[in-house]
T-cell receptor, first 109, second 116 residues
Framework: LAKTTQPISMDSYEGQEVNITCSHN???????ITWYQQFPSQGPRFIIQ???TKVTNEVASLFIPADRKSSTLSLPRVSLSDTAVYYC??????????FGIGTKLQVIP | GAGVSQSPSNKVTEKGKDVELRCDPI?????LYWYRQRLGQGLEFLIY????????KSGLPSDRFSAERTGESVSTLTIQRTQQEDSAVYLC??????????????FGPGTRLTVT
């Protein structure tokens, strides 16, 4: 199974940058790293995906070091609406993907 | 176009009854996934379809669970002789392997199943 490890929960104040780190020590050569966001009573929503180095989109940045054994999702200047569960996944192809418990981010006013 | 839709949105059933959950993926998405999410838990993979074939059924919890897909479109997840531990939200997702981001899964709103 594609296993990742991430903190169970994090708190942050509004306006701060939030970094959530995920460990994936046994990542395979063809695995990508993908992050999803889930609000209560909704299905997860894709945020960002990368293979190595840095990827940035309008929502977040993803940093993956050279050894690819970890990755960090960076959310700039979070707002209350960013309160959600964030899942880190590793995998490749159109196959079984394992979502862990995720990181519950609570943004505080 | 429309996103992934699922029906019903809520289903309450008595223990021992059979239920059918439906998923309509995004048109053209050949990959389709079913997950189960218990309250406060992460997503549990159930089954994956590529086209109408299910190369990986390893996540189905028991032989009471089955799924099929027809026309590379609609999929149904059937749970026979429901048990209380089947109570959960069942999520469906689809993806386009030929698209610009082939690994991105688009999720439906889920079906909340309650077994009494």
């Amino acid at each position: 199974l594609a296993k990742t490890t991430q903190p169970i929960s994090m708190d942050s104040y509004e306006g701060q940058e939030v970094n959530i780190t995920c460990s994936h020590n046994n990542i395979a050569t063809n695995d990508y790293i993908t992050w999803y966001q889930q609000f209560p009573s909704q299905g997860p929503r894709f945020i960002i995906q990368g293979y190595k180095t840095k990827v940035t989109n309008e929502v977040a940045s993803l940093f993956i070091p050279a050894d690819r054994k970890s990755s960090t999702l960076s959310l700039p200047r979070v707002s209350l609406s960013d309160t959600a569960v964030y899942y880190c996944l590793r995998g490749g192809g159109y196959q079984k993907v394992t979502f862990g418990i995720g990181t519950k981010l609570q943004v505080i006013p | 176009g429309a996103g992934v839709s699922q029906s019903p949105s809520n289903k309450v059933t008595e223990k021992g009854k059979d239920v059918e959950l439906r998923c309509d993926p995004i048109s053209g998405h050949t990959a389709l996934y079913w997950y189960r999410q218990r309250l406060g838990q992460g997503l549990e993979f159930l089954i994956y379809f590529q086209g109408n074939s299910a190369p990986d059924k390893s996540g189905l919890p028991s032989d009471r669970f089955s799924a099929e897909r027809t026309g590379e479109s609609v999929s149904t997840l059937t749970i026979q002789r429901t048990q209380q531990e089947d109570s959960a939200v069942y999520l469906c997702a689809s993806s386009d392997p030929a698209g610009t981001n082939p690994y991105e899964q688009y999720f439906g709103p889920g079906t909340r199943l309650t077994v009494t």
